[in-house]
């Protein structure tokens, strides 16, 4: 299932973004992993360039994200 600006498939529903700590999302061919918890926590990924990226869950969402490769 694809989630691209918090909509899944399609639905009108938002798409919840993972919480648990170490779960992986990916994003624009990378991925990401969920580090620490509560209003503390960041995905943590690379660029194309292999540089540290550190996202909240706002750019997240507004990135696009999948729990597949894409």
């Known amino acids: 299932m694809t989630h691209r ?4 498939g399609g639905d009108d529903d938002a798409a919840e973004l993972p ?10 061919g990378h991925s990401f992993v969920l580090e620490g918890v509560g209003g ?3 995905w943590a990924g690379v660029d ?5 990226r550190f ?3 706002a750019e ?4 696009g ?3 597949e490769r894409r």
């Open 40 to 42: 503390r926590a960041r």
């Open 19 to 28: 919480t648990t700590p170490c779960s992986v999302v990916w994003s624009r």
């Open 60 to 63: 997240m969402r507004r990135r």
């Open 65 to 67: 994200w999948s729990h």
């Open 5 to 8: 600006d918090g909509i899944a």
């Open 55 to 57: 996202l909240t869950d």
């Open 48 to 52: 194309d360039r292999g540089r540290a």
